[in-house]
């Protein structure tokens, strides 16, 4: 099929990562989604499949350049020329400052800016030369608010929101969209139900992100017009404070 395109979604958990794959496979995108566990991707690969999409998974680690690098090549020579690149690596953690490890900071540092950054860098790679494409880095409210014991949290996705920046600036006269998501808010996953459960409670009430309507913003993202691009788009429940 010389139209037939992919999307690749990195971090493509049981929640956020999910729905979005799902939903751009929904568009007719061959769905490309990676975890550090292959196994841990069979349901989401067998839903798409199921909904009458194309999928396909891969065992990864954001973090290793060599492994980045060949999943983008195989990608583009086995599968589909991709169009959309989600960056979806989360790392968030809380420590005090004084029980913050090196080790600590710079594991989170890899999973949720040094990754963005590879993951950023292949994607251009590819797009530029065709003159379009999107990519899209998921943040957090950590991205522009540091809070009590998230430094580590913190600093990596204050590190990737100026890479989002960066490259919306060198790549937009490219044809190629990039965007920052600030997701604020608690999101409807088995983890907040078991562990925040009077938050969980207040689904009901439209008072925590579903997903799928999270996705859906994604999806508008990737479809919007070169003249009117949104950079940054923050997404929080109606009663979320900010």
Do not use: C
Request: net charge negative.
């Amino acid at each position: 099929m010389p139209d037939k395109r992919s999307v690749l979604v990195i971090g493509a958990g049981d929640a956020t990562g999910g729905a979005i794959a799902r939903r751009f496979a929904r568009e007719g995108l061959t769905a490309v989604v990676t975890r550090r566990e292959l196994a841990a991707l069979e349901p989401l690969l067998a839903q798409i499949r199921a909904d009458g999409g194309e999928a396909h998974g891969f065992g990864s680690d954001a973090r290793i350049e060599e492994e980045v690098v060949a999943l983008f090549e195989k990608i583009e020579a086995e599968i589909a020329p991709l169009e959309a690149v989600v960056f979806n690596i989360g790392a968030n953690v809380n420590f005090p400052i004084r029980e913050t490890t090196s080790r600590v900071y710079r594991k989170v540092w890899e999973m949720a800016a040094f990754a963005g950054f590879l993951a950023g860098r292949e994607a251009a790679k590819v797009m530029v030369p065709r003159g379009r494409g999107t990519i899209i880095f998921t943040g957090a409210t950590a991205s522009i608010r540091g809070a009590s014991g998230f430094s580590a949290f913190s600093g990596a996705k204050f590190a990737l929101r100026s890479l989002a920046q960066s490259m919306a600036r060198e790549l937009g006269p490219e044809g190629v969209h990039v965007a920052h998501t600030i997701i604020d808010g608690a999101i409807d996953t088995e983890w907040i139900a078991k562990n925040f459960p009077q938050r969980h409670a207040l689904k009901e009430q439209g008072g925590i992100l579903n997903p799928e309507h999270i996705a859906d913003a994604y999806w508008m993202l990737h479809s919007q017009p070169r003249d009117a691009w949104t950079h940054e788009l923050d997404l929080r429940p109606w009663m979320e404070t900010f």
